[in-house]
């Protein structure tokens, strides 16, 4: 059953309970209302009955009159109604008492004053019916209502399911593929929780499918060149084998296209560890200073192998983030610093504090990226082709994409600029676990 069939069957019907309720109730009331009316009229009427003269005599009624009346005096019946009957109507001296004569139910009320007796009586199908048309007065226009309250009810319910309605007519018209947010034009309060949770689930799953598509058209676009220089390299190998001509140099190429190979690879499972679907949402207080020392002592044979001077400024700062995902982003940095700076080169790593929390610098010597390029260099698989570049192995282009990435799930900024070193500067901004404890 629909919800608005539901609720509309459910309203009729408290109406209509409740309107036989009040007519029930109604009805009662009128009847003992009534009751006492009907029988003050009789006891009127016998007051004036027992003033009448004494005469023995008939007063002239219609047969279904309502009332009949008796007028005994000792023990001799002096007036009466011609719809009466020649024997007492009750025995009961005093008082009401419920009879049953000429084929009718009869309420009698008697009366004796010294020697006269008097008795009144009056149809009980009389007072029912008066009771039945006050009833039916008072509860006909509710009644005559009832099918306009049933067309009210309807039109309200309708009006106030509009939106369910609407947002059930969009998903059942969806498509597998179809993951465009609903839109509800007149929403209600209720309905928007709902809403707002059906187009964030849509909004996740388009973006997951969205990320899942371009990380393997990313995987296959990267892995082609490498994949084809292993078997160039293969088939040089194997060509040198059959010549007895083999050199050391084919065997460094070779070990150079396969850390060329293991580099994109390891590049590639750092994106996919930082999306946000397998993001650590329980973010800890980090020691940033550590975790730089960590990275830093991690790369320094490379640093050392290019004859390159690190130094580190900083303090016990703490920055709420995920650990795993701090030391990728770093590392990327600083192995980007250690490529394209150079040999001899220095690299300069600083941390320091602000109000809205704490900021990494890292800068080198190197030439740089020229401020037109600069925007591009967060772009997946761009390579700013640096005359410079340190070492044989060719960067992937994916290293300041997983750095901006990793800033953004942290809520972070991150910013490039000219170094005073005359290289590359990176500045890194991250929230404050301590600032974020005293809120």
Not at 373 to 388: E, G, I, N, S, T
């Amino acid at each position: 059953m629909s919800i608005q069939r539901y609720l509309l069957l459910l309203i009729i019907s408290i109406v209509t309970l409740a309107t036989f309720g009040a007519a029930l109730h109604g009805y009662r009331a009128a009847m003992a209302e009534l009751e006492s009316i009907f029988d003050q009229e009789l006891i009127s009427f016998s007051h004036a009955l027992v003033h009448l003269p004494a005469t023995d005599t008939s007063i002239s009624q219609h047969k279904k009159a309502p009332f009949v009346f008796q007028v005994w005096q000792d023990n001799r019946l002096l007036i009466r109604s011609n719809n009466s009957p020649v024997q007492r109507l009750s025995e009961q001296v005093n008082g009401f008492s419920d009879k049953n004569f000429l084929g009718a139910r009869w309420r009698v009320y008697s009366q004796q004053v010294e020697q006269r007796q008097v008795y009144v009586a009056q149809r009980q199908s009389q007072r029912l019916d008066s009771a039945e048309r006050v009833l039916l007065t008072s509860i006909l226009p509710i009644v005559i209502a009832i099918p306009f309250i049933g067309l009210f009810v309807l039109l309200a319910v309708r009006r106030s399911l509009a939106p369910l309605r609407q947002l059930s007519r969009q998903l059942s018209v969806k498509s597998s593929d179809d993951l465009a947010s609903v839109q509800i034009t007149e929403n209600s309060k209720e309905l928007e929780p709902i809403v707002e949770v059906i187009n964030s689930v849509f909004a996740r799953l388009k973006s997951a499918f969205t990320r899942e598509k371009r990380l393997a058209s990313d995987a296959a676009h990267e892995l082609r060149t490498p994949i084809s220089v292993l078997n160039i390299d293969a088939h040089n190998l194997t060509k040198g084998f059959q010549s007895q001509s083999l050199q050391v140099q084919d065997f460094d190429k070779l070990s150079q296209s396969v850390e060329r190979m293991a580099h994109v690879v390891e590049q590639i499972l750092a994106l996919n560890r930082s999306l946000p679907e397998s993001f650590n949402k329980k973010l800890q207080p980090i020691d940033i200073e550590k975790i730089l020392q960590t990275v830093i002592a991690k790369l320094y044979p490379r640093i050392e192998a290019q004859q390159q001077v690190v130094s580190l400024q900083s303090k016990p700062y703490k920055v709420k983030g995920d650990e795993f995902s701090l030391q990728t982003l770093f590392e990327n940095l600083l192995v980007n610093a250690n490529k394209y700076a150079g040999k001899g080169c220095e690299i300069k790593v600083s941390v320091s504090e602000t109000i809205d929390g704490v900021i990494v610098v890292v800068e080198d010597s190197g030439i740089g990226i020229p401020e037109p390029d600069r925007d591009k260099a967060f772009d997946r698989f761009y390579r700013f082709d640096h005359q410079h570049q340190s070492g044989n192995i060719a960067g992937c282009g994916l290293g300041m994409s997983i750095v901006k990435h990793i800033v953004d799930l942290h809520q972070g900024d991150i910013h490039l600029s000219q170094s005073s070193l005359g290289g590359l500067k990176v500045s890194v901004s991250l929230p404050s676990a301590d600032k974020e404890a005293q809120c």
